[in-house]
């Protein structure tokens, strides 16, 4: 396995890892903005206030965007799991 082989799983790795976390990482920045916009304009600091909605956004999200991202990742692994042979050589 050459160098430019190994960099290349692992740019793409990379590429996949952040493309597939991206949507859920946008929604939960999101969501905590605009409550604590909430929280900042009302004077309530709560914990649970700010939990419990960016969970309910994440899964919510997961759902919506959870075949996509199955999509993404199998296409990755199969592209990975087909290009072992000529990496081994």
Do not use: C
């Not at 740019?11 to 605009?34: D, I, K, N, Q, R």
């Not at 914990?47 to 919510?60: D, G, M, Y």
């Amino acid at each position: 396995m050459t160098p430019e082989a190994v960099m290349t799983l692992a740019h793409e790795a990379m590429y996949v890892g952040l493309l597939l976390s991206a949507p859920l990482l946008l929604v939960a920045l999101v969501v905590g903005l605009l409550v604590s916009l909430f929280q900042a304009a009302t004077q309530i600091n709560e914990t649970t206030l700010s939990f419990i909605p960016k969970l309910l956004a994440i899964v919510v999200t997961m759902v919506i965007a959870g075949p996509w991202m199955l999509t993404t990742m199998l296409d990755y692994l199969r592209h990975t799991l087909s290009s072992i042979p000529s990496l081994v050589n």
